[in-house]
């Protein structure tokens, strides 16, 4: 069974320019998480799908992110413009159903530095 | 406040030896807590989960043991290997949430010498 997939794998841009990750979740899961992942840090969930609606965005910084998951299954994350601190790794994440204790698979994650 | 704090920020342990990663919570509205390993350059990776009405798990040589009234859950690794030798999340899931949203800490790097 094939992984969640992310491209692209690493990112380098300047301050205030604009960016945009993509996911790809396993087949048949339902659920799809953004998380972010500061270095030296646990990752901190940016924003949940179930199919193609958005179950928790409580902690995505809606004025410089966005994402959106077309026809429930592919995802797109998108920061516009980038600060030094969007630095991190964004890691993608699904799940069958998305209640509490469905497993997550986790992709490899972007390696975003932003200078 | 939804937190988890989780210690040692990292640890060395020789082949052989016990690992021990604790985690502590600041609030009883968790119902859910697994533990993910992690691999330099990999996605965080499901080891073990818990659930508060146990107060121990073991599979293989990963054992959770969870303390509910001191808010308090750690994993041991038995035999520890270098293989093992990774970044450990422990992780929470809010009861009051109804979805699939994990705090995680802070993160425990292990390195088991040979």
């Known amino acids: 069974e094939a992984g969640v997939a992310q491209s692209p794998r690493y990112k380098i841009i300047e301050k205030r320019q604009s960016v945009a990750f993509w996911c790809n979740p396993i087949?048949?899961?339902?659920?799809l998480y953004w998380y972010q992942q500061i270095l030296g840090q646990g990752p901190k969930l940016l924003i949940q799908f179930q199919n193609n609606g958005v179950v928790d965005d409580s902690q995505l910084p809606k004025d410089r992110f966005s994402a959106e998951r077309l026809k429930g299954v592919d995802s797109t994350l998108k920061i516009q413009p980038a600060k030094l601190e969007d630095s991190a790794v964004y890691l993608c994440?699904?799940?069958?159903?998305?209640?509490?204790?469905?497993?997550?698979?986790f992709g490899p994650g972007t390696r975003l530095t932003v200078l | 406040q939804q937190q988890v704090k989780q210690s040692p920020q990292s640890l060395i342990v020789q082949k052989g030896g016990i690992s021990i990663i604790n985690c502590a919570y600041e609030n009883t509205a968790f119902d859910y807590f697994p533990w993910y390993q992690q691999f330099p350059g990999k996605g965080p990776a499901l080891l073990i989960a818990i659930r508060p009405d146990v107060s121990e798990k073991k599979e293989g040589r990963f054992t959770i043991s969870f303390n509910k009234s001191a808010k308090q859950f750690s994993l041991h690794i038995m035999d520890s290997q270098p293989g093992d030798s990774a970044t450990y999340f422990c992780a929470a899931n809010p009861r009051s949430s109804n979805t699939g949203k994990l705090i995680f800490g802070q993160g425990t790097t292990l390195q088991v010498k040979p």
């Open positions: 994440a699904s799940s069958f159903t998305g209640v509490g204790t469905d497993t997550q698979y």
């Open positions: 087949s048949g899961h339902a659920t």
